[in-house]
């Protein structure tokens, strides 16, 4: 049985390269900028989870594509991803049962959204994620001073 080099890492035509590394790095770095916003608040899940988990959701994405996977299928790959990653997005939240407060709601729901920044990114479609992070990095940034919890 003989294999060749092809056979093992199918790479792609130049094009469709550069497509896939711009995929996969603009992921990363969205992901990174609410990440960073996140670790400079000093929450659980900082710059480092944020990029992998958009990172992630970008390969969960660009594989099946890349593979020959239909478009109307990678629907179920989006659904497996979005019920997921609310196991990681649970693992951040805490109640405290001497005050009864709970904390790490905003850091589940900013891996939840780099979640689905990494998944859009990752179909190809870059304007909407990064309007997107625009809008949470306002959002995370600008908006705690009116955060009762701080």
């Given at each position: ?65 890349e593979?020959?996977m ?25 109640k ?16 939840w ?38």
């Amino acid at each position: 049985m003989q294999i060749s080099l092809d056979d093992l890492f199918h790479v792609p035509d130049a094009a469709q390269m550069v497509r896939v590394v711009i995929r996969i790095c603009t992921a990363a770095l969205l992901g990174g900028i609410l990440g960073a916003e996140r670790e400079r608040a000093h929450k659980a899940a900082g710059l480092r989870t944020h990029m992998l988990v958009a990172l992630g959701c970008a390969l969960f994405v660009l594989f099946p594509a890349e593979s020959g996977m239909a478009t109307e299928e990678l629907s179920r790959v989006i659904q497996g991803v979005a019920t997921g990653i609310g196991f990681i997005g649970a693992g951040t939240i805490l109640k405290r049962p001497d005050s009864g407060d709970v904390q790490g709601l905003t850091t589940a729901a900013s891996l939840w959204l780099t979640a689905a920044i990494g998944l859009a990114v990752g179909a190809g479609q870059l304007w909407l994620p990064v309007i997107s992070v625009a809008c949470a990095w306002v959002i995370l940034s600008l908006f705690r001073r009116f955060d009762q919890d701080r």
